[in-house]
């Protein structure tokens, strides 16, 4: 117990040197709560908290989870909005491949894998870094992956008013790999788009073109 009290000091001094972004969520009377409970929970499984291999156990925990659940602290609108470009350009940009990394909300267990995303520009464009931001602000939650296709897909349509957006999301979760079904190789594929990539088949199949290579 002595380790989780000492430690809100140094809480302190890291967010000042990570430059994270999000301070809120590092938040030391957050972590230290969050902290005692896993400081419990290793209790709970039968682990001895006191041994020195756990000792700042629950306190890593407490900041992986802070982490891993970041994107409720930012806005992605707010995100799009700092980078919108008036251009002339009205063809589809892609950016795929992009890493995502999530937490399912029914076991609290990790689904990772890629997303795609395309847009057709109405008069604007965005900052390309600007599409794996607001990916990631939402997969930095706890999520199902039809809700972070969707809401990936809402956020641009409805900041940038885009002609169309299509998002494709593939993914492992590892509630069904090393536990429940226990299926190691499955991926699930969620799709979500609006305006062309919906009243145009060939817009839609020229992303689906770009996008193959990457889906299994
Ligand atoms: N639709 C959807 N389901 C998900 C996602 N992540 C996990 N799940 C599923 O959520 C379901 C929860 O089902 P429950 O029967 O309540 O939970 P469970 O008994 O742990 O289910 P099993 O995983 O089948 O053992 C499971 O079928 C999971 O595979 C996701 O992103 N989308
Ligand atoms: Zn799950």
Redesign the pocket.
Known sequence: MEELKKFSSEMMEENEMDGYQKIDRYNPEKIKDISSKYYDILKDIGEDPDREGLLKTPERVAKALQYLTHGYDLKPDEILKSAMFTEEYSQMVLVKDIEVY?M????L?P?FGKAHVAYIPNGKVVGLSKIPRVVDAYARRL??????TNEIRDCIQDTLSPLGVAVVIE?K?M??SM???QKQNSV?T?SAFTGEFISNEKTRFEFMQLIASHLS
Not at 104 to 107: T, V
Not at 143 to 148: A, F, G, I, K, S
């Open positions: 999530s399912c909300e029914h076991h267990l689904f999520q199902v992956q039809e809700r972070l993914c979760h509630c069904m536990r429940g079904i699930t969620t």
